[in-house]
Structure formats: structure tokens, C-alpha cells
């Protein structure tokens, strides 16, 4: 019912930026949130950052906060996380992913909490 695409990785220097994009079709009426997850080799898949696409709330880890910026557009259906002063180990594939209920501080974080996933896009930092 919901299709979310990532767009924006690449290869960057530690210290440099990166912007990701996030692009929802289909029923997208039916999505109070919307988040960014990442997974690096052999690790879990972990939580990076959240929004709220009707108030506006926004959810970090405490990895990338300071650094990382989410944002939203819901005339675009998209959500975009601005990330700098990137670090090596911020290098993996990040995944976006959408809720049907709304977000609060307790459930941005779990995974089980979204819906729908996109398909991931890679970042990777060099030193």
C-alpha cells in the first residue's frame, strides 16, 4: 500500500555531508511517521532518526544527534535526513521506514513500530 525509496548515498570523507532523501507513495494518507534506520555489516539494524508528519516531532539517536538533521515535506510525501560531520562508523546502508500510528519518544526507536520499508541506500565514510 506504501512504497518508500531512498535516495542520496554515496562516498564521502569523515567530516563531510550527506544528504538522504526519502520518497513515499501509494496511500501515503495513512502515515504519521516517518524514520530513518541504518545497518552496517554483521551489526542490527538501528534507529537514526524520526518525524512526525503531522506535528513535526523529531526523534534522534543519541549517536547522531548534533549531527544528523531530519526533516519532512508532506506535500512531497518525503522525508530527508541532513547528515554531517560524518564519522566512519556511520558507514551503512540506510533504510527508511514509515508508520501508520503516530510517533512519540518511547516508540521511534523500534523497528517494530513502521510499516513500511524502503529498500536502503548505502553511505560510506572514509578516514
Known amino acids: 500500500q506504501v512504497q518508500l525509496v531512498e535516495s542520496g548515498g554515496g562516498l564521502v570523507q569523515a567530516g563531510g555531508s550527506l544528504r538522504l532523501s526519502c520518497a513515499a507513495s501509494g496511500r501515503t494518507f495513512r502515515l504519521y511517521g516517518m524514520g530513518w534506520f541504518r545497518q552496517a555489516p554483521g551489526k542490527e539494524r538501528e534507529f537514526v532518526a524520526a518525524?512526525?508528519?503531522?506535528?513535526?516531532?523529531?526523534y534522534y539517536a543519541d549517536s547522531v544527534k548534533g549531527r544528523f538533521t531530519v526533516s519532512g515535506d508532506n506535500a512531497k510525501n518525503t522525508v530527508y535526513v541532513q547528515m554531517n560531520s560524518l564519522k566512519p562508523e556511520d558507514t551503512a546502508v540506510y533504510y527508511c521506514?514509515?508508520?501508520?500510528?503516530?510517533?512519540?519518544?518511547?516508540?521511534?526507536?523500534?523497528?517494530?513500530?513502521?510499516?513500511?520499508w524502503g529498500q536502503g541506500t548505502q553511505v560510506t565514510v572514509s578516514s
Open positions: 521506514a514509515a508508520s501508520t500510528g503516530p510517533l512519540s519518544t518511547v516508540l521511534a526507536g523500534h523497528r517494530g513500530f513502521y510499516d513500511y
Open positions: 518525524i512526525s508528519m503531522s506535528g513535526g516531532s523529531t
